[in-house]
Structures are given as C-alpha cells and as structure tokens.
C-alpha cells in the first residue's frame, strides 16, 4: 500500500508529535527527578534512590529526542532549518545543559565527598530545569509567531532577536513545561520508592497538579482573549512542497482556537487535560502511585496535543511575513521521501517500543536504602 501525498503529510505530523510525547513521557520524569532532587532527597541515600530509580533508562529516554530531531530534519528539512536558526541560542542553550546530565549521572557518586556531590546535584538540577524550561520557552514563541521570511532563493532569515523570545506568555509556557515535568517526576518516585521519600512525593504530586491545572487553565485564557491566531485564507495545493509563499494567511482574535470550534470533539482533549490532572491529585493523595503516573503521563499527553491541535496545520507561524509561515502542506520532504520514512517508521518503531517496555518490566523495582548500601560500587 501506498500512501498518497496529502495523507503522508498528515501521518508525519502525527508521528512528530508522537515522538515528541513519548521524549516528554520518559524524560519528562527524568527532568522532573533532577528538579526535585536538591529539594526532596533530605539525605545522600535519598538523592541516591532518587537518582537509581531512573539509572537503567534515563540514557534511552534521551533517544526520543534525538529521534524526533532526525525526524524533523527528514521530513520537514525547511522547519528544520528555520527552528534551528531563528531559535539558535535557546537549543544551545539545551544542548549545553544537557551535557551536564550524563556528567551529573556518572560523576556524582565516584568520589564520597559532600561537596563533590553538591556540586554534581546542581548540575543535574541545571541540565534538568533549563532544557524543559526552554522547551516551553519555544511552544509560546509558536503561538506568538516568530520573526522570519524568505527570499528569492526560498532562504529562510530571522529578523528578530534573543531578547524577543523572553515574551511574558513564553515564560508562563516555560513554567508549565517545569511543573508538567516535576509532577511527572513525583509520581514516579512516589511509585518507585517508600518511607519518607515516597510521602515527600506524594505531597508534590498533588501541588504541582494542582500548580498545572492552573497555569493551563491560565494560558488556554490568554490563548483565547490575549493572542491573536493565525488563519489561512487561501490554501496552498496539498499536494506541493516547499511553497511556504503560495498562501495568505491573515490574524484573527481567537483564531488558535478555530480548530476547535469548527471540531467540536477536539474540545475534549484540553478538558481531559483538566480531568488527568484532578486524577493524578486524586490517585496521589489516596497513595495510588501507579494510577498517579498514568494520570500524569495523561496530563502530558493532553496538554501537548491541546497544542498541536491549536496551531494546525501550522508548524511555525511567521509573525512577520504572514504568507511566509510553516504548514504541513507546504514544508514538507518529497512524497517519496515521506513514503519510504513511513514505512521504515512503520518496522522500527514497534520494535523499539517493544524492548523499552520489556527493559522496563526487567529493571522494575521499588528502591530504598537498604537497595543503595548493598549496592555502595556499582549503583549512581
């Protein structure tokens, strides 16, 4: 079988976004563990179990991110290229933070000194708070569109500046991005761990979804009465590629929620955000700690696709050259090039999925210090 143009763009939105869910599931509760770990962890053992309970997958859950990056240079090489350009200093600014997380994880216990530890805590603390904080930095700026055009040659130029991106929407999407990540953390030490460490997470699972609840109740208002939307006039063939100025696209109030009103069963997916997140308070409170994972794994996936819904079939909106900015239609790789990543997608993909849950089930335990001291040489 052999899938037709149109419909291969709309598979690979949905695939990019798939993988950028599944980096926020698994490393999302690795970041959240780093944030909470200079704060939770009231003893080198507890910080210790903290980290141990990520230290068999925290290596893989990273490869969801590296994959989606391969996958946006693939099949939307000119998103691609505009992302990486006009946001060139916030992923540098990941990048170097992220290289503290591998150094945090191996380094951190080799010496049994205090200070080396503290040390090494706050640079996991970094590498964890600064990626996602950034991450939410760039969803805002999508929503407020970003400064860039094309010229002749379809070189893509970005007129704004560093200081532009800080916009006080961005930053409140930034702070979610934080809070989704540390109630996610919680939820897994509180499933992973017992004693004290696990009450300790408990109490912040329920804050920070409670915290979430209200900074997505926030930003779906500010989404509504506060931004301007983006709205295609005229569409572009959807069976072209790489004519991001064959469109007129104009800004209307509300307009990010178009979508939803022209579908009105996509307005379920921000009220099962809200939902997820009284569960996971719920299932934390009642010391359901698996049911509270997967609320907040839900909460995640919700949010992330209250998002994607809103902004489509824009990918990154231009906020100065309107007819300039980013669909699926028009920014897409070649039918071919889209056809064969599918079906690699389609014999790969499972496969991956397959040993990450069976290395999940294998290495699965509850950690406590008992765990740590028989495990003094060779655990983090």
């Given at each position: 079988?052999?899938?037709?143009?149109?419909?291969?763009?709309?598979?690979?939105?949905?695939?990019?976004?798939?993988?950028?869910?599944?980096?926020?599931?698994?490393?999302?509760?690795?970041?959240g563990?780093?944030?909470?770990?200079?704060?939770?962890?009231?003893?080198?053992?507890?910080?210790?179990?903290?980290?141990?309970?990520?230290?068999?997958?925290?290596?893989?859950?990273?490869?969801?991110?590296?994959?989606?990056?391969?996958?946006?240079?693939?099949?939307?090489?000119?998103?691609?290229?505009?992302?990486?350009?006009?946001?060139?200093?916030?992923?540098?600014?990941?990048?170097?933070?992220?290289f503290?997380?591998?150094?945090?994880?191996?380094?951190?216990?080799?010496?049994?000194?205090?200070?080396?530890?503290?040390?090494?805590?706050?640079?996991?603390?970094?590498?964890?708070?600064?990626?996602?904080?950034?991450?939410?930095?760039?969803?805002?700026?999508?929503?407020?569109?970003?400064?860039?055009?094309?010229?002749?040659?379809?070189?893509?130029?970005?007129?704004?500046?560093?200081?532009?991106l800080?916009?006080?929407?961005?930053?409140?999407?930034?702070?979610?991005?934080?809070?989704?990540?540390?109630?996610?953390?919680?939820?897994?030490?509180?499933?992973?761990?017992?004693?004290?460490?696990?009450s300790?997470?408990?109490?912040?699972?329920?804050?920070t979804?409670?915290?979430?609840?209200?900074?997505?109740?926030?930003?779906?208002?500010w989404?509504?009465?506060?931004?301007?939307g983006?709205?295609?006039?005229?569409?572009?063939?959807?069976?072209?590629?790489?004519?991001?100025?064959?469109?007129?696209?104009?800004?209307?109030?509300?307009?990010?929620?178009?979508?939803?009103?022209?579908?009105?069963?996509t307005?379920?997916?921000?009220?099962f955000?809200?939902?997820s997140?009284?569960?996971?308070?719920?299932?934390?409170?009642?010391?359901?700690?698996?049911?509270?994972?997967?609320?907040?794994?839900?909460?995640?996936?919700?949010?992330?696709?209250?998002?994607?819904?809103?902004?489509?079939?824009?990918?990154?909106?231009?906020?100065?050259?309107l007819?300039?900015?980013?669909?699926?239609?028009?920014?897409?790789?070649?039918?071919?090039?889209?056809?064969?990543?599918?079906?690699?997608?389609?014999?790969?993909?499972?496969i991956?999925?397959?040993?990450?849950?069976?290395?999940?089930?294998?290495?699965?335990?509850?950690?406590?210090?008992?765990?740590?001291?028989?495990?003094?040489?060779?655990?983090?």
């Amino acid at each position: 079988m052999i899938l037709d143009y149109e419909t291969l763009k709309l598979v690979w939105w949905g695939l990019i976004g798939a993988l950028i869910i599944g980096f926020m599931l698994t490393d999302g509760f690795d970041m959240g563990i780093g944030a909470l770990l200079p704060f939770l962890g009231k003893s080198d053992e507890e910080r210790r179990i903290m980290i141990n309970s990520v230290g068999p997958h925290w290596e893989g859950n990273q490869v969801w991110l590296v994959t989606a990056i391969g996958a946006l240079f693939a099949a939307w090489p000119i998103v691609y290229a505009m992302a990486f350009s006009g946001f060139y200093f916030m992923m540098m600014i990941i990048l170097f933070a992220l290289f503290l997380r591998p150094l945090a994880f191996d380094y951190r216990s080799k010496i049994d000194q205090p200070a080396w530890r503290a040390t090494w805590d706050r640079g996991l603390f970094i590498g964890s708070t600064v990626p996602a904080f950034v991450f939410g930095l760039i969803v805002g700026n999508l929503f407020i569109g970003v400064p860039f055009h094309f010229d002749e040659f379809m070189r893509p130029y970005y007129t704004g500046s560093f200081l532009a991106l800080i916009h006080p929407f961005a930053i409140l999407t930034g702070i979610l991005t934080i809070a989704m990540t540390v109630m996610h953390g919680a939820a897994w030490i509180q499933m992973r761990t017992v004693d004290s460490l696990e009450s300790r997470a408990r109490l912040v699972a329920k804050i920070t979804a409670l915290i979430v609840f209200a900074l997505f109740a926030v930003i779906g208002l500010w989404i509504a009465f506060g931004i301007e939307g983006y709205h295609i006039d005229m569409m572009p063939d959807p069976n072209s590629s790489f004519t991001p100025d064959a469109k007129q696209v104009s800004l209307q109030n509300a307009g990010w929620l178009n979508n939803y009103q022209h579908y009105p069963l996509t307005q379920l997916v921000p009220l099962f955000g809200f939902i997820s997140c009284l569960l996971v308070f719920i299932s934390a409170h009642f010391d359901r700690p698996g049911w509270a994972f997967l609320s907040s794994s839900l909460v995640i996936i919700s949010i992330i696709s209250t998002a994607a819904i809103a902004l489509f079939p824009f990918i990154i909106p231009s906020s100065s050259t309107l007819a300039h900015s980013l669909t699926i239609w028009d920014a897409t790789s070649s039918e071919t090039t889209l056809n064969v990543m599918f079906w690699v997608a389609a014999f790969f993909v499972p496969i991956i999925m397959a040993y990450t849950t069976w290395t999940y089930r294998k290495m699965w335990r509850k950690l406590d210090t008992h765990f740590i001291l028989n495990n003094h040489h060779n655990s983090y």
